[in-house]
């Protein structure tokens, strides 16, 4: 999926215009599936929720008991401002919602505008590996690079200001995924706002498990 701007839209100069896009509910990023913003010059692709929307979550990833082996291409997630804002203070748990998967799932160069109750990206599998003959295990890896992750203050009708602050920025539980060394890999991260006083960094070092 290659998001662009509308031909419609015409850039500010000096600043980046916002080219919307609505979804009504979560997207599932399928084997090799991507979602890539169109680096036009001028333009911030930005997905958001429309008030109708349905989920606990923006964009799905894997299963929850099963790693489906034969699905090893990878899916990128890149160069998108994901901008929840129907659902805020409630209705979602994270932005991108991982479960079991056998490929490596990239999230690099984007904007995450948070205020989900868990975290930007929950990545939770509690499956034990059991490789099928003739099929090759390649994950879950997850790659979460360069992505910029700040809070924003909403003001409501009467007046008052608040900001939404998660439980965790990234939230990763693999209790059954041993042995595989490059799973995790984090790297080039900034967070901005309120979240940077909260969280002061995200790790360096692969871990199976953490909570940040």
């Not at 609505?22 to 991507?34: A, F, Q, S, V, W």
């Not at 901008?83 to 748990?93: D, E, I, Q, V, Y």
């Not at 360069?146 to 009467?158: A, G, H, L, W, Y």
């Amino acid at each position: 999926m290659l998001l662009s701007s509308a031909p419609s839209v015409s850039p500010v100069p000096g600043k980046k215009s916002e080219s919307k896009h609505y979804i009504n509910g979560p997207i599932t990023l399928k084997n090799g599936h991507e979602i890539i913003g169109a680096p036009d010059d001028g333009f911030e692709i930005v997905i958001e929720d429309r008030v109708t929307f349905y989920g606990e979550e923006m964009i799905k990833i894997g299963k929850q008991n099963s790693f489906t082996f034969p699905e090893i291409r990878d899916s990128r997630i890149k160069l998108i401002t994901f901008k929840p804002m129907n659902a805020c203070g409630g209705g979602l748990n994270s932005i991108i919602d991982a479960k079991c998967f056998n490929r490596k799932l990239i999230v690099e160069d984007n904007k995450f505008i948070f205020h989900q109750r868990e975290a930007v990206l929950l990545l939770v599998c509690s499956q034990s590996i059991q490789p099928i003959k003739g099929f090759a295990f390649t994950g879950p890896i997850l790659k979460f690079t360069n992505n910029v992750i700040t809070s924003e203050t909403f003001i409501f009708t009467d007046g008052i200001r608040r900001v939404f602050l998660p439980e965790t920025v990234l939230l990763v539980n693999l209790p059954n995924v041993k042995g595989e060394s490059d799973t995790l890999h984090f790297s080039g991260n900034t967070l901005s706002g309120k979240l940077a006083r909260i969280f002061h960094k995200l790790p360096r070092i692969s871990r199976r498990t953490l909570s940040l």
